[in-house]
């Protein structure tokens, strides 16, 4: 870390909530949206311009989102 640059202290609490938010959407995901069948969560920070791969995210099987077999 060069000399004089402050540490973030808060970095952790930021992603902690970002996984929060990201449970709880995909535990609504499935109610509002029964046709879908995974989400993509995007983690993109834009201060720092260091950009992730979307991540799949497998959502609870329903009759609208699981082929009949």
């Known amino acids: ?6 540490v973030n ?3 952790s609490r ?3 909530a970002a996984e929060a938010i990201t449970g709880a959407v995909q535990a ?13 969560v995007r983690h993109e920070w834009s201060y720092a ?3 992730h791969q979307p991540e ?5 099987a329903t009759d ?6």
Do not use: Y
């Open 9 to 11: 202290i808060q970095g």
């Open 49 to 51: 311009w260091h950009d």
């Open 28 to 40: 609504l995901a499935g109610q509002v949206f029964p046709w879908a069948s995974e989400m993509r």
């Open 14 to 16: 930021v992603q902690k």
């Open 56 to 60: 799949p995210i497998s959502l609870p």
């Open 64 to 69: 609208k989102n699981t082929p009949k077999t």
């Open 1 to 6: 870390m060069p000399v004089g640059l402050r």
